[in-house]
């Protein structure tokens, strides 16, 4: 059954430096998804991607934020200078069409 | 109103019995209610949804009750089993003209079946 992959499972950065996470959607799926998770509470959408280009964001998708669908396949989340308060459970997700969204394993971010 | 209010936080439940899993929102135009299982260390898996132009939906032991004139909708499990012990999240989705389809979470309901 296809799904959706992401690595790394695990990400240990400093505060300030830059860190990319990679996602590999199910491939006919056409929206891709960012959500994070920190320890504890509820998931927070991020931004949604479309037509190679974002479709919505979040207040919390500021301009630290990037994503880009740079193959193809892959879809990236970079984030340019990580807060402390940037640890958290990174999620991808994909849908083919406007409902079903089905989710990666995740990366821990953890800045320190 | 964007938000998704889930209750409870934390439910135990014995082997057999059923679960009940509340959400309630305010928003009318979300138009589709997924239901999402996460176990530890894992990602989300959906589970089951509802859009509202039905009362129910049953696949296997889960069932999806909604009231749109209430504005709630609820998960059961029936006959819940040990495997069943995960962190369950209802969310909702908004039918806004355009590419956005973001989801809206509830906080999360900690279930433990107790053998």
């Known amino acids: 059954e296809p799904e959706v992959t992401q690595t790394p499972s695990h990400q240990v950065t400093q505060m300030g430096q830059e860190v990319i996470l990679r996602c590999v959607p199910i491939s006919n799926h056409l929206y891709f998804y960012w959500y994070r998770q920190i320890l504890g509470q509820k998931v927070e959408f991020l931004v949604s991607f479309y037509n190679n280009e974002i479709s919505e964001k979040s207040e919390i998708f500021d301009d630290q934020f990037s994503v880009e669908r740079p193959d193809g396949s892959n879809f990236t989340l970079k984030i340019r200078s990580t807060k402390l308060e940037d640890s958290a459970m990174y999620f991808c997700?994909?849908?083919?069409?406007?409902?079903?969204?089905?989710f990666g394993p995740g990366t821990r971010l953890t800045v320190t | 109103q964007q938000q998704v209010k889930q209750s409870p936080q934390s439910l135990i439940v014995q082997k057999g019995g059923i679960s009940i899993i509340n959400c309630a929102y305010e928003n009318t135009a979300f138009d589709y209610f997924p239901w999402y299982q996460q176990f530890p260390g894992k990602g989300p898996a959906l589970l089951i949804a509802?859009?509202?132009d039905v009362s129910e939906k049953k696949e296997g032991r889960f069932t999806i009750s909604f009231n749109k004139s209430a504005k709630q909708f609820s998960l059961h499990i029936m006959d819940s089993q040990p495997g069943d012990s995960a962190t369950y999240f209802c969310a909702a989705r908004t039918a806004i003209a355009g590419n956005n389809r973001k989801l809206i979470w509830g906080l999360g309901t900690s279930l433990a079946v107790n053998p």
């Open positions: 509802i859009r509202p």
């Open positions: 997700a994909s849908s083919f069409e406007r409902y079903e969204q089905y």
